[in-house]
């Protein structure tokens, strides 16, 4: 049965709504193990991760520090430490291979140094780029990417993370006041975002994620990181990914162009499709349950919203599928029918 729903994700997220050209950058993802009472965390660990930050540019690198003990210890600090599976701090690693880094900065730095060299030296096999739109306490993100080549038995998800640039807070080896640098706050929707499913190459697959906005936000202090992984047995695997500098998005008309972005959502007995503005992009639609039935067809009108009879649908996990000219989209939604 989840076979069945996965290959409907996979049918139903072929979408060509992207406003901008995808990025055929290949980057790498250096992470680093931390928490605040950890002391090496605050020497050697430290100035490596100034050096790192202080030498990769966006083009080659997304880094983050992210902390799944101490302080600043949260959720998602914990997911990514489950996933790369390290048992002590700080650890270092490219991708998902430990840099088995130590008190040896500059040895540590060109070690990590080779592996980003050798993994952006690769042929790019993701394509990807971003619309982020911040209104008021939310934000969206709509994640477009193609593959250039088959990954066999690949498990694609896209997602997104808020990371703060500076974040003021204890440290062991720096003090009370220490500047954390690039820290990871918290993911958009999922830790590990939305599932697309096995994909083929070149085609243009789209992802939306929505969130909350973190707490105290301010945007010329943050940054969103687009991360496209593959998930291999219990680990989620970096492929390809890009940040986005808030700073420089400076207003909500600049971000993206707004007709494409849609939320679903359960109002008592209906699923509403909300659109930002009048809707242009589609004109019908279907509702999937987690069989892969249709329960649902409909129509869309050139409205802001559209409402569909969801009294006599069990609870459980649906996949809504806009059809419109300019291709499909999809996203899931869970009915609570009591």
């Keep these: 049965m989840k076979r069945i729903f996965v290959y409907i994700l996979l049918f139903f997220n072929i979408v060509a709504l992207q406003s901008q050209e995808l990025d055929w950058t290949q980057r ?71 840099a088995y880094a130590n008190s040896d900065i500059n040895t540590s730095f060109n070690n990590i140094k080779n592996y980003v060299t050798a993994n952006n030296s690769n042929s ?45 807070a204890n440290q062991s080896g720096q003090g009370s006041n220490a500047n954390h640098k690039n820290y990871l706050v918290s993911p958009i929707g999922d830790n590990f975002g939305n599932l ?57 008309d600049q971000l993206v162009d707004k007709t494409g972005i849609y939320k679903c959502y359960q109002s008592n007995n209906q699923i509403v499709i909300s659109f930002d503005i009048a809707n242009e992009y589609f004109n019908s639609g279907k509702i999937y349950n987690s069989e892969g039935r249709v329960v649902r067809d409909f129509l869309i009108r050139n409205t802001s919203n559209t409402y569909i009879d969801s009294k006599d649908l069990e609870s459980g996990i649906y996949l809504i599928a806009l059809n419109g000219e300019k291709g499909i989209s999809t996203s899931k939604l869970y009915l609570s029918n009591n």
């Design 196 to 252: 697309v499913g096995v994909v083929e190459s070149n085609q243009v697959y789209n992802v939306m994620l929505s969130g909350d906005l973190p707490a105290e936000f301010d945007k010329s202090n943050y940054i969103v990181d687009v991360i496209v992984w593959n998930k291999v047995d219990d680990t989620y695997r970096f492929v390809n990914g890009k940040s986005f500098d808030l700073q420089l998005l400076e207003t909500k």
């Design 28 to 98: 790498s993802l250096i992470t680093k193990k931390s928490a605040t009472w950890c002391p090496y965390c605050g020497t050697w660990g430290w100035q490596l991760y100034d050096n790192l930050l202080n030498n990769f540019s966006d083009s080659e690198a997304i880094l983050w520090t992210h902390h799944y003990s101490g302080d600043l210890m949260n959720p998602i600090g914990n997911a990514m430490a489950e996933n790369f599976k390290a048992s002590s701090q700080p650890v270092f690693f490219v991708n998902n291979t430990n």
């Design 124 to 168: 790019t096999v993701i394509g990807l780029n971003s619309e982020i739109v911040l209104t008021n306490s939310k934000v969206d993100v709509m994640i477009n990417f193609e593959l250039s080549e088959d990954i066999p038995d690949a498990e694609i998800y896209g997602a997104a993370y808020f990371v703060e640039k500076s974040k003021i």
